[in-house]
């Protein structure tokens, strides 16, 4: 099985059953955000858990390590050139040696369930995507979600995906959905989808106790954090983006893990970079909504 270092800080804080939350890894490489605002967003979610009296986990492999707490002379590593790895890929970037794999939100729920660490900070989940009826296209994030005992804490699925179809998905492999003091499903950069949540949650505490008495061995739990009301794009306006990028993406071929990268891509340029402290304000929010769920379930 999976063989996982975390830092002596990560480790300490884990023996002594307090509060940490992991950290994915690609949306602050070249395949999230661009620089600067990929460190910015580094800094400001660590400082986000820290300021909750948690204990931030980023996740990574490096040279070929599955890294869980990195020193922050490491950072500069995190923010370059990256091959993505989700899931399935981690065992082979340690295998081949990778120098960077950036951890999806599907390989970051595996590592922190690996390391024993219950919750998991992302700014936006993977999904069904549209057309999957035809592609088949559907993230790794979710299996992961229903494989691993972790909660994880996410603006939503990112708004280009099919979100109805997202949702059903979760429900039928036993997800449960939280909305935090929200009735609706976010969409990444807007706060409602449309779609509702199945249960609404006012405070971690809920979020601990769901944890606690979940059904399977195995099975996450997924909280949905509506972006803060002044950082909300304009979703007409973001439909028509998102409509034209995956037009784009169709008719010049681009096809399986490259979408995502793509779209977000195409999303900053057509919002004239707007997408951008959408994304990082989202990401810090749920970054603190994480680590006052870490605080409870380590107070439980
Ligand atoms: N949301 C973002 N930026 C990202 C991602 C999500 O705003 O870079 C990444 C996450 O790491 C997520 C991954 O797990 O995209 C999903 O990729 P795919 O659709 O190929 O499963
Ligand atoms: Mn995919």
Redo the contacts with the bound molecule.
Sequence with gaps: MIDVHCSDEVRDTLDASGPVVAMESTIYSNLGLPAPANGEALDRCIAAIRSQGAVPAVTAVLDGVVRVGLDPSEHERILGDARKA?ERDVPVAVAQRWEFGATTVSASVAISAAAGIPVFATGGL?GV?RGAELTA????DLDALASHRVVTVSAGAKAFLDLSRTLEYLETFGVPVLGWQHDWFPAFYTRSSGLRVAHRVETAGEVARTFDNLTRPASGVLVTVPIPEQDELDATELDRVLDDALAECDSVGIV??A??PFVLDRIAQATDGRSIPANLALAENNAGVAAEIAVAIAAG
């Design positions: 989700a993977g995507h296209d559907v993230s790794a399986g893990a979408v995502t």
